[in-house]
């Protein structure tokens, strides 16, 4: 097993009363392994500093150095954590890690202003945080990516819109009603006003219109990791099941899955004036595709296009 295939990091894991390890924050992670000599004993400053309980939250923080392997299933929290953190700094591309079982280490945690904390103790923590004015922000497992990583180059409308173990390249804008999960993102400088679910990638220069949905592997059912190409667009509301190509465009409001039927118009008819039908699953990742709704008999087409998809406004994701 290479180097490379390894991440390391100090980091400050949260443990509730109950020994629960409700989160870790690594800093500065990086590739590797831990540096030989290097004592755990003594972290960085900035990190050993904010190494002390929090009675606010009924918490302890404490200062700790791992190092996993990016092929083996996460094995504890702070392990599962490295890997999310790994993703959002950009040191391991979606799909290229393991994350077998990664829900059963990430307990479910009150995500509030100051902090995690355990949702059993929330209750009874309430009084106290009402007149600190500590606000609960959400009920998850995942927490939101800029409560712990500030992607360089990227702009995001929403941050609760954005999950920690989102992979945002240079020039990607997320706007306030676009989506980006755990294991998934974008290549390049992307504009995204859609969903990206878990295990999907967007191309550079890609277009992922407003309301738009590209279906995940946890949501699909299925094992197809979908990928977008680059200079695609994904029309507003319009949704996909399939990979798509370069250059392609899905028109807005239409959704195509795997097993949808589409008709490939640019073939010639046959005798009787029909054209082959075939499900879009065969089309997945063709580039150069066009699919539309035919405005007469609402069925699904598919033809050839020359050029480029679309071209993103430079100023905008510069």
Same mark, same amino acid.
């Given at each position: =097993?290479?180097?490379?295939?390894?991440?390391?990091?100090?980091?400050?894991?949260?443990?509730?009363?109950?020994?629960? *390890? #409700?989160?870790?924050?690594?800093?500065?992670?990086?590739?590797?392994?831990?540096?030989?000599?290097?004592?755990?004993? =003594?972290?960085?400053?900035?990190? %050993?500093?904010?190494?002390?309980?929090?009675?606010?939250?009924?918490?302890?923080?404490?200062?700790?150095?791992?190092?996993?392997?990016?092929?083996?299933?996460? =094995?504890?929290?702070?392990?599962?954590?490295?890997? #999310? @953190?790994? #993703?959002? @700094?950009?040191?391991?591309?979606?799909?290229?890690?393991?994350?077998?079982?990664?829900?059963? @280490?990430?307990?479910?945690?009150?995500?509030?202003?100051? %902090?995690?904390? @355990?949702?059993?103790?929330?209750?009874?923590?309430?009084? $106290?945080?009402?007149? &600190? %004015?500590? +606000?609960? +922000?959400?009920?998850?497992?995942?927490?939101?990516?800029?409560?712990?990583?500030?992607?360089?180059?990227?702009?995001?409308?929403?941050?609760?819109?954005?999950r920690l173990g989102a992979y945002l390249s240079p020039g990607t804008t997320v706007m306030h009603e676009g989506f980006v999960n755990f294991n998934a993102g974008t290549l390049g400088a992307s504009m995204v006003e859609g969903r990206i679910s878990q295990g999907v990638v967007v191309g550079d220069g890609s277009d992922i219109g407003g309301g738009a949905s590209i279906m995940g592997t946890l949501s699909g059912g299925g094992t197809h990791k979908v990928a977008i190409g680059a200079r695609t667009l994904l029309g507003a509301?319009? %949704?996909?099941?399939? $990979?798509?190509?370069?250059?392609?465009?899905? &028109?807005?409001?239409?959704?195509?899955?795997?097993?949808?039927?589409?008709? !490939?118009?640019?073939?010639?008819?046959?005798?009787?004036?029909?054209?082959?039908?075939?499900?879009?699953?065969? !089309?997945?990742?063709?580039?150069?595709?066009?699919?539309?709704?035919?405005?007469?008999?609402?069925?699904?087409?598919?033809?050839?296009?020359?050029? *480029?998809? *679309?071209?993103?406004?430079?100023?905008?994701?510069?």
């Open positions: =097993m290479t180097d490379e295939r390894w991440i390391w990091g100090f980091g400050l894991a949260t443990t509730a009363a109950d020994g629960t *390890v #409700l989160d870790t924050w690594y800093p500065s992670p990086e590739a590797g392994r831990i540096p030989p000599g290097l004592d755990p004993e =003594m972290p960085p400053e900035e990190i %050993g500093r904010w190494a002390t309980p929090d009675a606010r939250r009924d918490v302890t923080v404490d200062a700790i150095v791992i190092e996993i392997d990016l092929d083996a299933a996460p =094995m504890s929290t702070s392990d599962a954590y490295l890997r #999310l @953190h790994a #993703l959002s @700094h950009r040191l391991v591309a979606p799909n290229d890690l393991n994350l077998d079982g990664v829900f059963a @280490h990430l307990p479910n945690v009150a995500w509030t202003t100051a %902090g995690p904390v @355990h949702p059993d103790a929330l209750t009874r923590l309430r009084p $106290s945080f009402v007149r &600190e %004015g500590i +606000q609960v +922000q959400s009920l998850d497992k995942f927490p939101r990516l800029l409560d712990y990583v500030t992607p360089a180059g990227v702009r995001i409308g929403d941050g609760s819109r954005v509301n319009a %949704g996909i099941g399939v $990979s798509l190509g370069d250059d392609c465009i899905v &028109e807005a409001g239409l959704y195509v899955t795997a097993g949808s039927r589409v008709t !490939l118009v640019d073939e010639p008819a046959g005798a009787d004036g029909s054209r082959r039908v075939v499900k879009a699953a065969e !089309l997945s990742g063709v580039s150069g595709l066009l699919f539309r709704r035919n405005s007469v008999s609402g069925a699904i087409e598919v033809s050839l296009r020359a050029g *480029v998809g *679309v071209t993103l406004n430079e100023a905008l994701h510069a």
